[in-house]
């Protein structure tokens, strides 16, 4: 099977990536370093000439509300007029738990990119997962001042990443889907925790302070309302194994 993905470079796309080529698919990477620009479009045509499936996972780094929708909404867009064109039959976009829920922020964004998928032209398939393992490890690096870093007062219940491309690659091989069941990490915990663990596995020192986010996404970060419901499915990495191959690697 030829699978084109989008955002292929990324952190979970390069998963995805490397599941799809180990299950012996025909892999097309559409990010900038292979010549295609998601956010307009340039160089998609021709590249999903020929594949059964998009699996979209391309990201943004904000959380502003207005970027992130512009980004979501563009890129989407974009892709599905590609796919229209090229009469690929599959389009599966990876979403977030608690994006209907806390639409706030990045979550705005995904929200929307739920709305034009399941509105467009291809037949499709959206997955929700929560944070990865790796979440936080940027907010170690994004949110670090000096030897302080800052973390937001929030709860999680995280997941491999590896994880989450090995069930887009069987969503893509299984065909049409629909709206599967979310996927989650097999616990749940507070995200200081896991970047006091993180940090202590790669060496970083100084304090961490967690702070409760104002308004209506500091309040769904805290309250369990990004948590996955009891209909979910688990991966089975703990944070522990992935904080313990990091500190190997």
């Known amino acids: 099977m030829r699978i084109a993905v989008a955002g292929g470079t990324g952190t979970v796309g390069r998963h995805v990536v490397d599941v799809a080529r180990e299950r012996g698919h025909d892999v097309v990477i559409l990010s900038r370093s292979t010549g295609v620009d998601l956010m307009t479009g340039a160089g998609l045509t021709g590249a999903i000439d020929g594949t059964a499936a998009v699996i979209d996972v391309a990201s943004v780094a904000t959380q502003s509300a207005k970027k992130s929708i512009e980004f979501f909404e563009t890129t989407t867009n974009n892709l599905l007029a590609a796919e229209q064109a090229a009469g690929v039959p599959h389009h599966l976009a990876l979403s977030i738990v608690g ?104 060496g970083n020192t100084g304090p961490i302070w967690e702070i409760a986010l104002p308004g209506g996404f500091g309040k769904a970060l805290r309250d369990g309302t990004i948590l996955p419901g009891p209909s979910a499915d688990h991966g089975v990495q703990t944070y522990a194994d992935w904080v313990a191959a990091v500190r190997h690697s």
Not at 107 to 136: C, D, M, N
Not at 171 to 179: I, P, T, V, Y
């Open 99 to 202: 994006s209907d829920r806390a639409p706030f922020g990045y979550y705005a964004g995904k929200q929307r990119q739920e709305e034009v998928v399941s509105a467009g032209p291809v037949p499709w398939t959206i997955l929700r997962a929560t944070q990865f393992h790796e979440f936080a490890q940027q907010l170690s690096g994004q949110m670090r001042f000096g030897s302080i870093t800052v973390v937001p007062k929030m709860v999680s219940q995280p997941v491999a990443a590896r994880e989450v491309g090995e069930r887009l690659v069987a969503l893509a091989e299984g065909g049409l889907a629909g709206r599967p069941a979310d996927l989650a990490g097999p616990e749940e915990l507070r995200m200081a925790d896991m970047v006091r663990a993180y940090s202590a596995a790669v």
